[in-house]
């Protein structure tokens, strides 16, 4: 065995006896390759394996409104792109679409948006706390929001119509990456909507794009910024360029870079769920990123709606395989199988437990 693979199997080795690898280790093992790679992998599905046995939660995305005021330099909707496809989907179809996500075997339903203006002008955040209010009661689902920055007692709204999680990804933790990234969006203010939802009484995730610009220092940087903070959902996203986006011909390497950061963050935070997303990559990438640790899978969307994904806006949507019945024989193709909601439900009240800070 090389020295490199030596050293790598035995940094696996130190996390799983629950050793906090520091960043230069966990930039080792964001740097590893050919037989070190598949170590680090086989090592991150045994931390898998011990924190949730063979069960994947499967989660719906509803993209509800691609409308946004901000000019990410990453992101097919921003503003300023006129190629996007823009709708914004009512309350009534949500609430259907959200029904029959539910009846297909998700446990969870994301409702994301752009930055939409016709919501964030409004500082009650009325139509928002409307939809969640709405999604609870006709799906009976736990709830993630992903609405980008809303004030703190919009937090506390949301909570209070049954919300269980905020989604907002940080990107990198690296100032100046993120600047280039998410322009005019001061970095702090976007990290600290995280720490109020928490005390607000939200679960929440945060997520790291790579292959903008990324080294491994910086990605070993924002997994253990993630641990610190102990968020309950982590994840990290190969960036996918976009058309009619000053991105738009980056140079992209692969996936590799997302597989090594899934399985470093298994090793890092092996109680955290952590997404294997059908967005980047479609299902024929879904494999390759349970087998590096993930334990959810996320952006399952129901065809023929006129519904986008973020990154892929169209891939494998209206072909129907990006649902339920798309991602089983994934599953148990790999000895593993959807997790009930019953058992997310008992996930999701031990998390509150932890979470829970004193007043
Ligand atoms: N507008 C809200 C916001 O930005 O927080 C909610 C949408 S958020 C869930 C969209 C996320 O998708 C971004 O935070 C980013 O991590 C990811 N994303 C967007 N464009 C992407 C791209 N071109 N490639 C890969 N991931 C992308
Ligand atoms: C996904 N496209 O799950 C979605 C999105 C937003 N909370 C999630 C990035 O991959
Ligand atoms: Fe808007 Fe979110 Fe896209 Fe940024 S990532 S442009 S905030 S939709």
Redo the contacts with the bound molecule.
Sequence with gaps: MEPAARDVRDLCRRALAGDLLGEPDLARLLAAHGEAAEAVFAAARAARARSFGDAVFLYGFV?FSTF?R?E?T????RAGNGESPRYRKSLDEVVAICRDLAGSGVVLLDL????DPAIHDDPEYAALLELVAAVREASGLPVMI????VPDDVLAGLRARGADWY???Q?THTPELYRRL?TGQPFAARAAARSAARRAGLLVED???T?IGDVAADRAHSIASMRAAAWEQV?V??????SG?P?ADAQTSGDEAELLAIAAMRLAMPHALIPASL??DGIRGLERRLNAGANVVTSIVPPTVGLAG??QAELDIDEGRRTVAGVLPHLARLGLRPGTVAEYRAWLAEAHGRAQVPA
Excluded: K
């Excluded at 994301?112 to 930055?115: A, K, L, S, V």
């Design positions: 993209y946004c901000n990410c990453f992101c097919f909707y994301t948006m752009g930055e992903s609405p980008g920055v989604a907002l990804y990107e998410r997520g790291i794009l292959g994840r996203m190969t960036f996918v360029p976009q986006t991105l967005d980047v973020v990154s």
